[in-house]
């Protein structure tokens, strides 16, 4: 057997971009920033970057995401609690084509978490924003904001913004990932409202009541009331310890 050469197998470089996902007045946001370098410079895309020798992919992952944006993720098997942000990785991307600079395969992760600021830029992001996902998937041309010219987002970013969308929209349904979408303690009427944006659908309340707390393990009472949406007192909940739900919350069909 012939010894290993490294050198006979080309060289190419791994990144990490995320997927961001919250909701902000109650439609599903993703997070973007704006290229402050080449390629597709002044371009939006999705917060990432390359991964370091001394990295796995989960840090390299979370170290992004803290650099560009100066929020905070952690990788969890379940919902995170105290307004931290649900992590995990989403899939990987290999076309050759897809980094004019060099072959580059990125590995995506998704992150969600409840309603968060406005982030702050860094790294090579010339700024960052929360933008409707209907407004960056949506709309012919790509994407653009105040007077700007709409363009494609960079790179491949569309393609793995659209995966990682219909991932949190399939997983709601089997587990109780939506949590992750709210504060530590919250109503069912929060928790539909997150359904409702993840999916784009309406939801009838009282069905989605009976649904939620009738799941065991789903949502535990939380020994409190809130007035924050306005009209009676409503009941809070936590999220429990299911992480797969039984019955699932199936989408409704449209």
């Known amino acids: 057997m012939s010894p290993y050469d490294p050198s006979a197998y080309p060289p190419f470089a791994v990144t ?21 370098e080449q390629p597709f410079q002044g371009r939006w895309a999705l917060p990432g970057g390359f991964v370091r020798d001394d990295e796995d992919l989960s840090m390299a992952a ?39 600079r060099m072959r580059v395969v990125s590995v995506a992760h998704l992150a969600l978490a409840p309603d968060l600021p406005a ?7 010339h700024s960052a924003r929360w933008a409707p996902v209907e407004d960056l ?16 987002l960079a790179f491949d970013h569309a393609r ?32 539909r409202r997150v ?7 309406a939801l009838d309340p009282r069905n989605f009541h009976r649904k939620v707390t009738g799941t065991p393990g789903f949502l535990v009472p939380a020994g409190g009331t809130t007035t924050r949406q306005g009209g009676r ?14 019955p699932p919350m199936l989408r409704p069909e449209v």
């Open 16 to 36: 990490v971009d995320l997927v961001v996902l919250t909701v902000r007045r109650h439609a599903l946001c993703a997070l973007v920033v704006r290229r402050g």
């Open 195 to 201: 359904y409702e944006a993840v999916w784009g659908v």
């Open 137 to 152: 998937l949506g709309q012919e041309g790509g994407f653009g904001r105040d007077g700007e010219q709409p363009a494609p």
């Open 62 to 100: 979370a170290r992004e995401l803290g650099e560009e944006t100066g929020l905070c993720a952690s990788d969890s098997s379940a919902p995170a609690l105290d307004n931290g942000a649900h992590l995990e990785q989403l899939a990987t991307y290999g076309d050759p084509r897809r980094d004019p």
């Open 233 to 246: 007192p409503a009941q809070l909940f936590r999220a429990g310890g299911a992480t797969l739900l039984n």
């Open 160 to 191: 793995i913004l659209a995966d990682g969308v219909e991932r949190a929209r399939s997983k709601i349904e089997y587990s109780s990932l939506a949590t992750a979408f709210c504060p530590a303690e919250f109503t069912v009427g929060e928790l």
């Open 119 to 125: 982030p702050r830029a860094g790294g090579d992001a």
